[in-house]
């Protein structure tokens, strides 16, 4: 069975400074990809970040850069230069990418405020 | 415009009135999934389906049936709604299983239903 933990239940940040979100997981299964969702009040869904477990660099899009660290099973969201357009919850994910579960598994959100 | 539709977006019934929560994608996607979302709890699958045909339950399928007729349609029913059924629901997409899985195409979500079960 697939896990994971997103510790933070909310964080604050200033205008235009780093913010990292951690993600924890746990699965069995040795090929698998880690995603980043953001959901605005607005309240849609939207894909931020993908890494693959034999991804041997850390992923990067924009501002985004996921900070994957396999031995210690963590996927920890580090925005750059927030923006006050960031504040939204964020939610970790991981699929496994082999055996019979298609079935993601989402981790609880954090909810990320950005401070003028 | 690649999209995700769902509606109703908002509905409030009561209980064991049967509905249905339609769902489509016009991006020849392979891959639909339906989910629920709940405070604290993050989102929870409840069904999925590879392709038209193939559907399988989720985490939380108790409730809920589906079907995939055709591949752009996905509907989300709820025979004999209960007030433990109120949430947050999305229908997403993904160009494939596989794609999903192992080269991280991410899932398209749609806007979302809110659903209130009296």
């Known amino acids: 069975a697939q896990k994971i933990t997103q510790t933070q239940p909310g964080m604050f940040v200033q205008e235009k400074e780093a913010v990292t979100l951690d993600c924890t997981y746990d699965?069995?299964?040795?090929?698998?990809?880690l995603f980043w969702y953001k959901q605005p009040s607005s309240g849609e869904m939207i894909f931020l970040i993908y890494?693959?477990?034999?991804?041997?660099q850390n992923a990067t899009e924009g501002r985004y850069s996921l900070n994957f660290q396999k031995a210690r099973k963590s996927a920890n969201l580090v925005i750059s230069a927030s923006q006050l357009g960031d504040s939204a919850m964020y939610f970790c994910a991981m699929s496994p990418a082999s055996g019979g579960s298609y079935i993601p598994t989402f981790g609880r959100g954090t909810s990320l405020i950005v401070h003028p | 415009e690649a999209q995700v539709t769902q509606n109703p977006r908002y509905l409030i019934t009561v209980t064991g009135k049967k509905l249905t929560v339609t769902c489509s994608q016009n991006m020849n996607h392979e891959y639909m999934s339906w989910y629920r979302q709940d405070p604290g709890l993050g989102l929870r699958q409840i069904y999925y389906s590879m392709n038209v045909e193939v559907t399988d339950k989720g985490d939380v399928p108790e409730g809920y049936k589906v079907s995939r007729k055709e591949k752009r349609n996905f509907p989300l029913i709820l025979e004999s709604p209960s007030p433990n059924q109120t949430s947050l629901y999305f229908c997403?997409?993904?160009?494939?299983?596989?794609?999903?899985?192992?080269?991280?195409?991410?899932?398209?979500f749609g806007p979302g239903t809110r659903l209130t079960v009296t």
């Open positions: 699965t069995s299964d040795q090929s698998y990809g």
């Open positions: 890494q693959g477990s034999y991804d041997e």
């Open positions: 997403a997409s993904s160009l494939s299983v596989q794609g999903l899985m192992e080269i991280g195409y991410e899932q398209y």
